[in-house]
């Protein structure tokens, strides 16, 4: 081997090392996170104010109705339902009628939005509702969401607090075909180890989709939605600038389920991309960063490196010690935190996972068109959203 060929090898073993390093030192902050979160419960209390549940529908996905009623059935003294889509005939609008029927005892109303006036159609959608909220405490929550008949009750508990200005939660993937697994157990594990970090070393500044809860007066102080009207990431941005004003952002103990219906797995790594293009226009530094917490890269690279130098033994164990450290992260924050049985079963498979993310972080600085909500969009610099004409 020529001099030059071993000094590749040996930096590209380094490389390996180092990473394999920091993707373990990113394991511990989150598994130091999932017990900071295990050991702060924030659900028990008797604040039960009234809440307006606000909810924007775009289509009917596959468990759209189990994913509604699951709202429909909560154990709580007083809450209404609002739902806005662009016509009442939306087929999402319709599956939310039928509930209603069947729980006449529940305040329901539904509006239609129109053709959208702002960029982001969901935005738009929000804004509508927050107009119609009849209460001063409001929930905003994505219509793929499925929550447990205490999930009110539960998130509740810390805006009690009048220095509280938003509360969110995490989330379990749940697949709704087998196509949708691996999607389903990066939401679970990887998704949820970066909130978990992020709550460990300082109090979170942003929301998470599934779970918006917070005041109309808070809204109000950022100047509602109307200066949001052109971003992508409306639960990121809420909870920013809800922050921003002084208030603190709290991670509920609780979880919901994300159920996830991409189609195919290849339809849900576009997803995954798509979003991480969002993430880097929105926060180009801590996307860079999270580069390094992708072990299964770094220690691939590593093996090949040393077999390429003559150190097999020190590649084998440096993939060992990647393959340990994905297939403890999915038992210890999938299983033991996010309380999600899937990471139990397919534990094994969160390694591939780890290369999916790592793929889909990488394919995200190659280009800013996206698909969202079925049309064409190209993310700016910011976060900034631009309807492209479709092709």
């Known amino acids: 081997?020529?001099?030059?060929?071993?000094?590749?090898?040996?930096?590209?073993?380094?490389?390996?090392?180092l990473g394999t390093l920091t993707a373990g030192v990113s394991f511990l902050l989150a598994v130091i996170?999932?017990?900071?979160?295990l050991t702060h419960r924030n659900t028990s209390g008797s604040y039960a104010p009234p809440v307006s549940i606000l909810k924007p529908?775009?289509?009917?996905?596959?468990?759209?109705?189990?994913?509604?009623e699951s709202f429909f059935t909560q154990n709580y003294p007083d809450f209404e339902l609002i739902f806005c889509a662009r016509s009442l005939s939306d087929p999402g609008m319709v599956c939310a009628q039928e509930i209603a029927r069947r729980f006449p005892s529940i305040s329901t109303r539904f509006i239609a939005s129109g053709e959208p006036l702002w960029q982001n159609p969901k935005i738009f959608s929000m804004s509508l509702l927050l107009e119609a909220a009849k209460h001063e405490i409001i929930l905003f929550s994505d219509s793929d969401v499925r929550v447990s008949p205490t999930y009110l009750h539960d998130i509740?508990?810390?805006?009690a607090d009048p220095a509280v200005g938003l509360v969110t939660?995490?989330?379990?993937?749940?697949?709704?075909a087998n196509t949708s697994l691996l999607t389903a157990l990066t939401q679970t594990v990887e998704f949820s180890s970066g909130v978990l970090t992020a709550n460990l070393l300082e109090d979170i500044k942003f929301g998470l989709g599934p779970t918006l809860l917070t005041r109309k007066t808070a809204v109000e102080q950022i100047g509602g939605f109307k200066n949001m009207e052109d971003l992508l990431a409306d639960?990121?941005?809420?909870?920013?600038?809800?922050a921003e004003k002084g208030y603190k952002v709290i991670l509920s103990t609780a979880i919901v389920d994300h159920c996830i219906n991409y189609g195919t797995i290849l339809a849900g790594l576009h997803h995954q991309i798509d979003w991480m293009k969002n993430t880097r226009c929105s926060r180009p530094a801590g996307h860079l960063g999270t580069g390094l917490t992708y072990a299964m890269p770094f220690g691939i690279l590593g093996c090949l490196a040393a077999f390429a130098i003559g150190r097999p033994t020190v590649g084998l164990w440096l993939l060992f010690a990647a393959l340990v450290n994905r297939w403890l992260q999915a038992l210890l924050i999938g299983f033991v935190v996010m309380r999600d049985r899937l990471s139990l079963v397919y534990f094994w498979l969160y390694p591939l996972c780890d290369l999916l993310g790592f793929y889909s972080w990488a394919a995200s600085y190659f280009g800013r068109e996206i698909i969202y909500r079925g049309e064409r969009y190209r993310i700016n610099p910011g976060g900034v959203l631009v309807r492209l004409e479709p092709r």
């Open 169 to 176: 939660c995490t989330f379990r993937g749940k697949p709704s």
């Open 156 to 159: 509740l508990q810390p805006l």
């Open 33 to 37: 996170g999932g017990r900071y979160l």
């Open 57 to 68: 529908l775009h289509g009917k996905e596959m468990g759209l109705e189990e994913n509604l």
């Open 1 to 17: 081997m020529s001099a030059t060929l071993l000094l590749i090898g040996r930096a590209a073993l380094i490389v390996g090392f």
């Open 235 to 242: 639960d990121f941005w809420l909870g920013n600038r809800i």
